[in-house]
């Protein structure tokens, strides 16, 4: 239990990227991004196979059980898009913490605002971007480059929770079924 600990600490407070990890992270997702909506449906189908509580937000295909007509979903294959603009936007202005704050806050009131998606999905969601990329891109991402983006995101989840936070966000019920 105490490793778990130690890990949930991990995403709470992300310690700052080296100027290699950002390097790391930006050569390595220059590489996934040329297979965009690929990965992005792969994550998105992931993410709703492993964690179906997740669907619920979606009313446009959460009743699809079936694993290949989900990755067929336009809507899906449309949100994937967004995602994948998003984590690009962040990764190219990784330096620029103005911009990566100015995205966050975007995507971050509109998930707590108007969508009310539980901030724990934020988590999820980077742990199987990692997941994703690690065994689709192993070549891409190898541990040490895993280890720049287990920072990375968990920068990006600390972000989203201060939005979150700041938005006046209260945990909502997850049993929406």
């Not at 103005?98 to 969601?125: M, N």
């Amino acid at each position: 239990m105490e490793r778990k600990q130690e890990e949930v600490d991990h995403l709470e407070r992300p310690s700052p990227l080296t100027e290699k990890e950002r390097v790391m992270i930006q050569d390595s997702w220059a590489k996934v991004y040329q297979n965009c909506e690929e990965a992005g449906v792969a994550i998105l189908v992931r993410l709703f196979v492993n964690f179906p509580s997740s669907k619920l937000y979606f009313s446009q295909f959460k009743h699809i059980e079936d694993t290949q007509q989900l990755a067929q979903s336009s809507q899906l294959k449309k949100h994937a898009q967004r995602v994948m603009n998003a984590i690009n936007t962040l990764v190219e202005n990784i330096d620029n913490s103005e911009k990566v704050t100015s995205v966050l806050k975007l995507v971050g009131k509109a998930h707590a605002l108007k969508h009310k998606v539980d901030l724990v999905y934020f988590k999820i969601l980077c742990g199987v971007i990692l997941e994703v990329l690690g065994e689709e891109y192993p070549e891409v991402v190898t541990p040490e480059v895993g280890i720049a983006w287990t920072k990375f995101l968990a920068t990006v989840c600390s972000g989203i929770k201060a939005v979150y936070e700041e938005v006046g966000w209260t945990q909502q019920s997850t049993s929406t079924g």
